[in-house]
């Protein structure tokens, strides 16, 4: 099991990390999603034994996280850190190597990744001359290839077109299947919400929401609301006055709102004028991403400004 233990991480004037804390058990993939800046990466990085918290404790299988550990921690940096004039393989080689992991395996391993990525045709070529994506699969295999328990991806589908995307959706299944315990990270929640277990949301490098993925879409549902009225022009306006609830999107004849925490639905009904009459009501559960926006609309991010 991975935790971290209320980690903070600050660079002069800025608090990267607050007071963090969440943990993965084995064999389960966890995302760590918040917008640009949010503090993903400053995480991760720490979480690989990079960079080392101002405070707090992050284990694995309860032993602190340090550059011991690095054979069982693989890591894919956001930024790319390939030597450009290196071939191919003598590149992956080398960081398998360096994990620990002796020659014959590093070889096989190598090769059975560079077919797997469909590389095994530039194996002999300068990393230079390869293109983006190509670049970012040789990254992703050197993350991997010396076969970690935990494994960190920062944006993994950075540069990769379609078909590598569902290459690479298909490879982390393989990996989870075998029981690796994977770390995500991505402001781009439609990419990475359909691996994920669990999830942490941070913000400013807050924790703003961390759970399953299908715990915080139970908990957030019985307060989403989709309510269809006869048309009245009127209707709109006697929503407006109502504080208890957060209106989300609304037409002539639609409305879609949260009910604020504590407040019932008949409540909120009962403060609706009697010429409005509801031809539909129900209670709607809410995309990830429509709960992710509401957070961050409660942190006191603006609806232009937050984008996911
Ligand atoms: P993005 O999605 O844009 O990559 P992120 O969520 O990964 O963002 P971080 O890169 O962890 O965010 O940055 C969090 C905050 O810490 C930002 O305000 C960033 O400017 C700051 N920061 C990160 N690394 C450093 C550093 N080495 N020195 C100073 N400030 C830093």
Request: glycine share 8%; aromatic share 6%; hydrophobic share 40%.
């Amino acid at each position: 099991m991975l935790e971290l233990q209320t980690v903070c991480k600050s660079f002069t004037g800025v608090a990267a990390v607050q007071e963090l804390s969440f943990f993965i058990k084995r064999g389960e993939t966890y995302g760590v999603l918040g917008p640009n800046g949010a503090g993903k990466t400053t995480t991760l990085r720490m979480i690989a034994g990079i960079l080392i918290p101002d405070h707090g404790r992050i284990t694995l299988d309860g032993e602190l996280v340090s550059q011991k550990l690095q054979h069982k921690i693989g890591y894919l940096p956001e930024e790319r850190g390939l030597y450009p004039k290196m071939t191919v393989y003598d590149q992956l080689m080398y960081f398998a190597r360096l994990k620990g992991i002796q020659k014959p395996e590093a070889h096989q391993s190598v090769q059975a990744w560079l077919k797997r990525f469909d590389l095994s045709k530039h194996i002999n070529r300068n990393v230079e001359s390869l293109s983006k994506g190509n670049q970012q699969k040789l990254q992703i295999i050197a993350a991997i290839a010396h076969d970690p328990e935990l494994i960190i991806l920062d944006e993994p589908f950075s540069g990769l077109d379609l078909m590598n995307i569902d290459l690479l959706i298909e490879v982390i299944g393989d990996l989870k299947s075998r029981g690796k315990t994977i770390l995500v990270s991505s402001h781009l929640i439609d990419q990475v919400e359909p691996l994920c277990d669990a999830l942490t949301f941070i913000h400013k490098g807050r924790s703003l929401l961390s759970g399953y993925v299908e715990d915080i879409i139970n908990r957030f549902s019985e307060s989403w609301w989709d309510m269809r009225i006869n048309e009245n022009g009127d209707a709109l306006e006697a929503f407006a006055g109502i504080q208890e609830i957060d209106r989300h999107e609304k037409s002539l004849n639609r409305l879609k709102f949260t009910l604020k925490p504590g407040v019932s639905i008949q409540h909120v009904l009962a403060k609706l004028p009697t010429t409005i009459r509801i031809t539909e009501l129900e209670q709607k559960p809410p995309s990830l991403k429509q709960i992710l926006l509401s957070c961050l609309h409660n942190d006191g991010v603006s609806s232009e400004e937050a984008v996911l």
